[in-house]
């Protein structure tokens, strides 16, 4: 996979925090770094925070009382996004030690993969997730989705046929690692806790820093506001869909293209029988599309 694009955004987000947040702007004694868009290119993202001084060869928090925003993106597309989030989480724990800080936004490939929009994740992604058990774990997964399907395939499009040839592609789809990497992004996962305990703006001195933008139709009244309603949207979202798992609308390992596929045809199925129950958290999730959280 080439990896120019993410280089190519890594060190235009470099050049463009030594044009706009130079040191000393946010106040006589702070010095501001702020890197975007590492997307899981590693080699790039150390070297960068080497050449501006902020950790040592190990890599290590050197930076001193330095500031270091990283306004989002880190995953995807990359072949080292797992060593990318393993290097700022070590850097957020070194840094206040000495007098720094390191602040690390939600992009919204972060957005996306909380909420099972996987398009992005490359085969190296996955790879670095998995353990002698990721076969075993794949198994026993695919009985798990046979099992699933069992109750719903009488009135659902079935994406896997029952033979060897839908098998195949199902484990093609599900490569090794794919299982334990969606465990550790679910809310209580290594990544997915960290993540979620992340805004999306951020101001430092009189510098603001957020992915992409904001959007001025969404008529907030402050920053904390901002980012309130991303929290909110985020875990309104994590709510619906352990709901509709637990009510076995969906199976726990889907993904969202998947999910919202067998959310509609659940939909369709009980509104020709004429059924009340279990309604709301399909209505929700026809109603927030993850992909608009992600915008």
Request: net charge negative; hydrophobic share 40%; glycine share 8%.
């Amino acid at each position: 996979m080439k990896t120019g694009k993410p280089v190519l955004i890594l060190w235009t987000a470099y050049l463009l925090t030594l044009l706009l947040v130079p040191a000393g702007h946010a106040s006589a004694q702070m010095r501001v770094v702020a890197v975007g868009d590492s997307h899981g290119a590693y080699p790039e993202l150390v070297a960068i925070l080497q050449r501006v001084g902020l950790i040592d060869g190990q890599p290590q928090w050197i930076g001193g009382s330095s500031i270091l925003v990283q306004t989002g993106d880190v995953i995807d597309r990359g072949r080292q996004s797992r060593e990318c989030l393993d290097l700022l989480m070590d850097l957020e724990r070194q840094a206040p030690k000495q007098g720094g800080r390191v602040i690390p936004l939600l992009g919204n490939h972060e957005v996306m993969n909380l909420t099972g929009d996987l398009r992005y994740v490359v085969a190296e992604d996955y790879q670095a997730f998995a353990t002698e058990q990721s076969e075993k774990r794949r198994e026993e997964a695919y009985r798990d989705y046979r099992n699933f399907l069992t109750t719903h395939s009488a009135h659902h499009h079935v994406a896997y046929s029952d033979d060897e040839a839908g098998r195949q592609k199902w484990m093609a789809d599900h490569p090794p690692g794919f299982f334990e990497r969606h465990d550790a992004f679910e809310a209580q996962g290594l990544y997915g806790r960290w993540l979620r305990s992340h805004d999306a703006v951020a101001q430092v001195g009189d510098a603001l820093f957020v992915h992409g933008g904001l959007n001025p139709a969404m008529g907030f009244q402050s920053l904390k506001e901002v980012n309130e309603r991303v929290h909110s949207e985020i875990a309104r979202f994590d709510s619906i869909w352990q709901s509709l798992c637990d009510k076995k609308i969906i199976w726990r390992y889907m993904k969202q293209e998947e999910a919202l596929r067998q959310v509609q045809e659940e939909w369709m199925w009980i509104q020709q029988r004429g059924q009340v129950e279990d309604r709301e958290a399909m209505q929700q999730m026809r109603e927030l599309r993850a992909s608009e959280l992600a915008d």
